[in-house]
């Protein structure tokens, strides 16, 4: 499945989103619109366990928001495509499977606020990373300034948010942003088989984890608890939990169906 802006198709129980705007693959509004959408629509596919997210082309993951648009609007106008990215990268944070980023060379602006919203990141040796909107004269307005402290802290994220330079694939990972540094011919290969791994994970048990961790981070300790108490419910009650404790009761492989 095509769309103008964006690749998608499944293999397996992976599905793979391409952003193909190349060679900078930069995030306009009908890219969020096509990211909402499929987004929504996997979330309704059984059959996919696990997304990966890359850019086309060996330059860049997205290398931010679409200037030529931008400047062609009005604050009404941009106040619009804010709430669109909102609406595409919230539907990425939300949805009930693991979302890894391939980030496969430049991730600026609304790129780094897209891997961001992912669960995983792995990138390529020649990715850089920056939130440089202060170097605009504006602000993050992806869930930079939110997302950013969150996943590698207060001081880390100042230091970014407030100078606007742009850090390399290693001082990434020395940070935290990103899990894995690969080779850009191994970026691909390495994201399909995290997503593999966690395809055969049971499926109730990996979106109640989810939300856990995301939904618990902005509720004070007792109300997190008291959603993990309430999703470990639900992950007992599923299929998936008899047969993972039937086939560790009996010393053997679990095969499950994602119920």
């Known amino acids: 499945m095509n769309t103008?802006?964006?690749?998608?198709?499944v293999e397996g129980?992976?599905?793979?989103v391409y952003l193909n705007r190349p060679p900078f693959n930069p995030l306009n509004k009908q890219l969020f619109s096509d990211l909402h959408a499929i987004m929504e629509q996997i979330a309704q596919d059984n059959r996919i366990r696990c997304v990966i997210i890359s850019g086309r082309g060996d330059r860049a993951f997205a290398a931010g928001a679409d200037?030529?648009?931008?400047n062609g609007l009005d604050q009404a106008g941009m106040a619009e495509m804010g709430r669109m990215s909102r609406k595409a990268f919230d539907s990425i944070e939300r949805l009930p499977k693991p979302v890894i980023a391939a980030v496969n060379g430049l991730a600026l602006g609304g790129g780094c606020e897209l891997a961001l919203a992912c669960d995983l990141r792995i990138c390529s040796e020649n990715a850089?990373?920056?939130l440089p909107e202060i170097n605009l004269g504006i602000i993050p307005?992806?869930?930079?300034?939110q997302r950013l402290p969150r996943l590698i802290g207060e001081a880390r994220a100042k230091e970014l948010l407030y100078f606007g330079e742009t850090i390399g694939a290693e001082q990434a990972y020395?940070?935290?942003?990103?899990?894995?540094v690969v080779p850009f011919e191994e970026l691909v290969p390495g994201a399909k088989k995290w997503a593999l791994k966690l395809a055969e994970k049971p499926a109730v048990a990996m979106s109640m984890l989810k939300i856990c961790v995301n939904a618990g981070a902005n509720r004070d300790l007792d109300s997190a608890l008291d959603l993990e108490f309430a999703c470990f419910g639900n992950a007992f009650a599923s299929e998936d939990r008899k047969e993972g404790m039937?086939?560790?009761?009996?010393k053997r492989k679990p095969h499950f169906m994602g119920r």
Do not use: C, N, R, S
Not at 4 to 9: A, D, H, N, R
Not at 67 to 70: A, F, Y
Not at 246 to 250: K, L, R, T, V
């Open 67 to 70: 200037i030529h648009e931008m």
């Open 128 to 130: 850089k990373f920056a």
């Open 141 to 145: 307005g992806g869930g930079g300034t």
């Open 4 to 9: 103008e802006t964006l690749q998608y198709f």
């Open 246 to 250: 039937a086939a560790f009761a009996e």
């Open 174 to 180: 020395d940070y935290g942003l990103v899990h894995k």
């Open 13 to 16: 129980q992976v599905a793979m």
